[in-house]
């Protein structure tokens, strides 16, 4: 947004914020440009600190063992085990993949990640 409200000015533009913290914002102002710095700023702050804390949660929940969320799977592993044994009883991979209902690279991503 910095960058952008550069260019504005250096073009000879301005930008105006309606209803930012109830009142305007215009960049083509000293003040303007000092309010929208300072909101950029906070705003930047902020994406970072959320950030921190999604790092944090998920290298906590990793180090617990903890489900780390997601979609649920629908194909169980039993179901995928008894897929890899109608491909190798010769069925063709993309129809037991179709019949599953996923791709033929799921199908292959989850039958390699089955536990032995």
Known sequence: MLAFAEALRAS????????LGGGDVDTATSMGSMLFTIMAALAQMELEI???RVIDSVKKRREAGLDLGGR????????IRNA???VESGEPTAAVARDLGMSR???YRRSR????
Do not use: C, H
């Open 50 to 52: 959320k950030r921190e």
């Open 84 to 86: 890899v044994r109608l």
């Open 105 to 107: 690279a799921t199908f």
């Open 72 to 79: 649920p799977r629908r194909i169980t592993d039993s179901q």
């Open 12 to 19: 000879g533009a301005g930008l105006r914020v309606l209803n």
């Open 113 to 116: 990640a089955l536990p032995q």
